[in-house]
């Protein structure tokens, strides 16, 4: 795979759990009904007795995976982000979140979702999860991730079944470019500079750090160089990185599929302001649902909720505006 | 092996206590909830559940898992009585730094569940059995859930996940008190039928209404219905859903919420309130005061002993009293073991059995294997080596152990080493031998020196009255402590068995109310009483109570 690609997250979230799954035989997969769609099905038919298909059954599916982990599984459940968070915050607290076994923190147990964000698309407002990173990071023990491209997903997947906990991993529908190199590692906490330059930081997560970097591209041009961190690890959240940047940068950019109350936004601005105060600017879903667009007017639909590298350009410009000279 | 009938008994009478202790103590809780299924916990700890409460996370335990959590009082005073912690520790319940959570919390080792939020048990609980079966492991999960809690649609999408994956290492056990948070299920979410007007009783007891069942079996589940608070039911029904493979099992126990506290019993408001202090001695004496009636078959056709039984099932009887006479420890002849062993088909309802025989040590294990839950052996013939013997063959065999004496015979001196181990002793108030004699009067003033005797050795067992007992003795016989009542003609006797043992229990209860009243006036004079009296708001306890105040010059 190379460095621009276009590639399904959800294939390789498949693929790696097979391979998981020949080397760990306390894995066990479980899905609700969307296990084709998530490429989980072929888990279950390489081990039909791990894999556990509940059906249109999510508060069951989490409960389950409970329980399951509780007798020392590593569960992976798995269905669209707006089954998960969005429909069961009650059995993801009190199932997963809450137990905590002998000295541990919560269950084993990885939620991992496809279809986050309003990029889902045709499906409509009604299945684009614009809250998600709200209600995961506000649930203590877990950890929330949004990976920006397939090599975080098959890393990721990984560095989920090895460490115990409970997670929580978001993916994008469609077809993503690669933006990592293959050798790159992935750390819980930690973020990854990708561009390095002292005029703006943008901070970015999941599909919206490939604007982020198309939009430092496109800023090069005018003369304004900017630091673009990967923030696929939301919590914990890598204060280190970020006060370092607003120390370097001066201001910075938040770019998320989300809803800007409580979400990516929130979570930097929450670290900045109290490390180091710099101008902030959010771009993000501007606390208001989503609408159906087909695959080829996603990008009107994401431009018309600002989610556009020419818009994150725009909002580097205002805020590098606003910094203290 | 028996049904271990008296320890669970024990333990659930013990349970009560400490849920008392620990809500009083709170100033908060669920009793309610944790005395309707005090019989299915006693039952699961103290039978079936397989733990070890020095190493809580023992790799081969089974799992209990409490769905309704809001009753983790009924959980916690279970695991203290098995050994998890020491019982005063119930006290700090709710308290701040306390392991002992308001709803059931791994942060106490051996809780296995977090329950609280209602709906999620009965998922967790196939995830845990899920497991087992992966790791070929004999673990069972037993499952409680509340009846209000199956509103929770989340049940039901487990319902059909346990059925779908055909998981038979799990017992469900729905303990159906009729009663939620706001008042009688029926009335806020029917499950069995619409319930017009107040009183539910009727419910209770038409079966032709209960709908519960059968949406469980069209789920797929294997269902067993019982009475809740009968521990040999519980038990049976265990079993059998134990034994049944390839579907899930529910056990659909009706109860009573607040069981063994009569202001308690069906009033929605204990749902979730805890007891006074004031009244905390007065309820545990109450709880102190449960009575057990066991007919003597052999007061009635002794060539139909199996229709004898059956007229005492279907009569309610607690227990079937089995009197064995050998013609030489007694001049009669009645039956012996090889009778019982016949009977013992008929019902699971425990057999009581009283050995008027000579040398017992050599016959007990023949009325172990005939299916006896309680045997009870005379001490005059008896000796400190032979009851030593007989006492721990039946302890091995979870059968109950009892220890008779005559009307002329005190406690033998060597007798007093067992008395705390005892489950049962039988005061006879008649010559044994025959059946329809009178009671012998003089046996008040013997239980007056005996309780006194039974109370220094730490008797935590039940006294058996037996002989003459009547509809106007049994009142006296209560309070002079004996809370097991053979009754033999004056039962058996009777063309309508369940209608005299249920006016056999209108006179233990009148006598009970009595005794409660005087301790309620001993404590806190008529102010109490009164007080007392204002807690009883369902149905007619309240007129019926105020009028034995009144006896008693108390209102």
Avoid at chain 1, 233 to 249: F, M, N, V, W, Y
Avoid at chain 2, 419 to 425: C, E, V, W
Avoid at chain 2, 472 to 491: E, K, M, P
Wanted: with cysteine; hydrophobic share 40%; glycine share 10%.
């Amino acid at each position: 795979m190379t460095i621009g690609q276009m590639t399904d997250m959800r294939t390789i979230y498949g693929k790696t759990l097979v391979e998981i799954g020949d080397e760990n035989p306390n894995v066990v997969v479980l899905g609700a009904d969307t296990t084709d769609s998530l490429k989980i099905a072929d888990f279950g038919k390489k081990f039909p007795n791990r894999f556990f298909n509940v059906g249109i059954a999510e508060a069951n599916l989490v409960s389950v995976a409970a329980g399951l982990a509780m007798s020392g599984k590593t569960a992976f459940a798995s269905t669209y982000a707006i089954f998960l968070p969005g429909r069961c915050v009650d059995q993801i607290r009190n199932a997963i979140a809450y137990p905590s076994p002998q000295d541990k923190n919560g269950l084993n147990v990885k939620l991992v979702v496809s279809h986050g964000g309003i990029s889902v698309g045709a499906d409509g407002g009604s299945h684009q999860q614009i809250e998600d990173i709200a209600i995961m990071r506000a649930i203590p023990h877990f950890s929330v991730f949004i990976p920006a491209d397939t090599v975080a997903v098959g890393k990721l997947t990984r560095m989920m079944s090895q460490k115990y906990g409970p997670f929580y991993m978001r993916m994008t529908r469609s077809n993503s470019p690669i933006i990592h190199e293959e050798s790159q590692e992935f750390e819980i906490g930690k973020g990854i500079t990708m561009r390095d330059g002292p005029d703006c930081t943008i901070a970015a997560c999941g599909i919206t750090v490939k604007m982020a970097l198309d939009a430092a591209d496109s800023l090069k041009q005018e003369g304004i160089s900017c630091k673009v961190i990967d923030m696929f690890s939301i919590k914990p959240i890598d204060s280190e990185l970020l006060e370092k940047s607003a120390r370097e940068t001066g201001c910075m950019v938040t770019c998320e599929e989300h809803n800007i109350m409580g979400g990516f936004g929130s979570a930097v601005a929450e670290v900045i302001s109290e490390a180091y105060p710099v101008p902030i600017k959010r771009v993000g879903v501007q606390d208001r649902f989503g609408e159906s667009a087909r695959d080829h007017e996603i990008p009107l639909l994401l431009e018309k909720h600002g989610l556009t590298s020419i818009n994150i350009a725009k909002a580097v410009r205002e805020i590098i505006g606003k910094k203290k000279q | 092996m028996g049904l271990n009938y008296y320890q669970i008994k024990k333990n659930v009478r013990k349970a009560r206590k400490l849920v008392i202790k620990a809500t009083s103590s709170a100033g908060s809780g669920h009793p309610g909830g944790s005395f309707s299924m005090a019989e299915i916990m006693g039952c699961i700890f103290f039978k079936y559940l397989r733990f070890d409460p020095k190493n809580p996370q023992w790799e081969e335990r089974d799992k209990l898992i409490l769905s309704k959590g809001h009753a983790s009082p009924g959980l916690f005073s279970n695991m203290a009585l098995a050994g998890y912690f020491d019982t005063s520790e119930l006290e700090s319940l709710r308290q701040f730094g306390s392991r002992l959570q308001g709803h059931p919390d791994l942060k106490c080792p051996g809780v296995e569940f977090c329950g609280g939020s209602l709906g999620i048990g009965l998922s967790f609980s196939i995830g845990s059995a899920l497991a087992a079966r992966l790791d070929g492991k004999q673990t069972r999960i037993y499952t409680v859930m509340g009846d209000g809690e199956t509103d929770e649609g989340q049940v039901w999408e487990a319902a059909m996940t346990a059925s779908k994956y055909k998981v038979d290492n799990l017992t469900a056990i729905l303990d159906r008190n009729f009663i939620q948070q706001d008042s009688y299920t029926e009335k806020i979410m029917p499950l069995d039928d619409e319930l017009v007007g107040d009183n539910f009783s009727e419910m209770w007891r038409d079966a032709s209404r209960w709908k519960v069942g059968d949406k469980w079996r069209s789920f797929g589940w294997n269902v067993i219905e019982i009475d809740g608070h009968r521990i040999e039911q519980v038990d049976s029904a265990i079993k059998k859903a134990t034994q049944t493979k390839g579907v899930p099992s529910i056990v659909i126990a009706r109860t009573i919420k607040g069981k063994g506290v009569e202001h308690m019993e069906d009033n929605p408001k204990w749902h979730g309130q805890a007891p006074k202090k004031e009244f905390v001695p007065i309820i545990e004496m109450e709880l102190d005061s449960q009575s057990m009636i066991a007919p003597s078959i052999i007061a009635g056709d002794m060539t139909n002993l199996e229709n004898e039984v059956k007229r005492c099932v279907a009569g309610r009887a607690d227990y079937i009293h089995l009197d064995v006479m050998d013609g030489v420890f007694v001049p009669n002849k009645t039956f012996d073991h090889t009778k019982i062993k016949e009977l013992r088909p008929l019902t699971v309802i425990p057999f009581d059995t009283h050995l008027m025989i000579n040398e017992p040590v050599k016959h007990v294990r023949d009325y172990i294997s005939a299916g006896s839950d309680i045997v009870t052996v005379h001490a005059e013939v008896c000796d400190v080596a032979s009851f030593g013997e007989i006492h721990d063959i039946l302890k091995t065999n979870q059968v109950g152990v009892g220890l008779a004496i005559n009307p002329d015979t005190e406690l033998p001196e060597w007798s007093k080493q067992f008395i705390s181990k005892l489950d049962q002793i039988i005061v006879m108030s008649v010559v044994p031998g025959k059946s329809g004699q009178k009671y012998i009067e003089s046996t008040h003033e013997k239980m007056q020196r005996l309780n006194k005797i039974l109370s220094e050795h730490n008797f935590d067992g039940y006294v058996e009255a037996d002989g003459g007992v009547t509809l106007d003795n049994i009142g006296a016989c209560f309070v002079d402590g004996a809370r097991a009542f053979v009754g033999g003609s004056a039962i058996i006797g009777q063309q309508d068995v369940r209608g005299i043992i249920r006016e056999f229990r209108n006179k233990i209860a009148y006598a009970r109310r009595r005794t409660l009243i005087q301790k309620a006036f001993d404590l806190g004079g008529k102010e109490l009483v009164a007080k007392w009296i204002d807690l009883h708001i369902i149905g007619e306890k309240k007129n019926q109570i105020n009028q034995i105040a009144k006896e008693l010059g108390y209102v």
